[in-house]
Nanobody
Framework: QVQLEESGGGLVQAGGSLRLSCAAS????????VGWFRQAPGKEREFVTA????????TYADSVKGRFTISRDNAKNMVYLQLNNLKPEDTAVYYC????????????????WGQGTQVTVSS
C-alpha cells in the first residue's frame, strides 16, 4: 500500500500563496488517483481537488476554482497543490489522499490518507 506525507503548510497573510506537497512511498504514485481535502476546526472534512493517475483530468471544489492548482510528477512520486490568493476561510488542515480505483469528490472513496499539514491564513 502507499504511504502519503504532506508538507508545505504554514502561516500566510490573506492574498498570499503556498505550495503544498504530497510525497508517496511504498508504491508508485502513478497507480493512484490523488485528492486533497481540508478540515477546519469544528467542520467536516471537505473536498478541495483531485487529479487522475495520468494527470489528464482534474476537478476542483467551486470555492477554490481559479485560485488553487493541483499537479503531479509521477517520476518523483509527488503531487502538488498550489494555493494562490488565499483567504482566511481557507484556514484548515489539508490532507492528501489516494485511491487506485476512482477520481472522486467523496472522502469515503479514498483508501489512503496522509497526516495533514496546517494552513493558516490571517486577515
Amino acid at each position: 500500500q502507499v504511504q502519503l506525507e504532506e508538507s508545505g503548510g504554514g502561516l500566510v497573510q490573506a492574498g498570499g500563496s503556498l505550495r503544498l506537497s504530497c510525497a508517496a512511498s511504498g508504491r508508485t504514485l502513478s497507480s493512484y488517483h490523488v485528492g486533497w481535502f481540508r478540515q477546519a476546526p469544528g467542520k467536516e472534512r471537505e473536498f478541495v481537488t483531485a487529479i487522475s493517475r495520468s494527470g489528464g483530468t482534474t476537478t476542483y471544489a467551486d470555492s477554490v476554482k481559479g485560485r488553487f492548482t493541483i499537479s503531479r510528477d509521477n517520476a518523483k512520486n509527488m503531487v502538488y497543490l498550489q494555493l494562490n490568493n488565499l483567504k482566511p476561510e481557507d484556514t484548515a488542515v489539508y490532507y492528501c489522499t489516494a485511491d487506485p480505483r476512482n477520481i472522486a469528490t467523496i472522502k469515503g472513496s479514498y483508501a489512503y490518507w496522509g497526516q495533514g499539514t496546517q494552513v493558516t491564513v490571517s486577515s
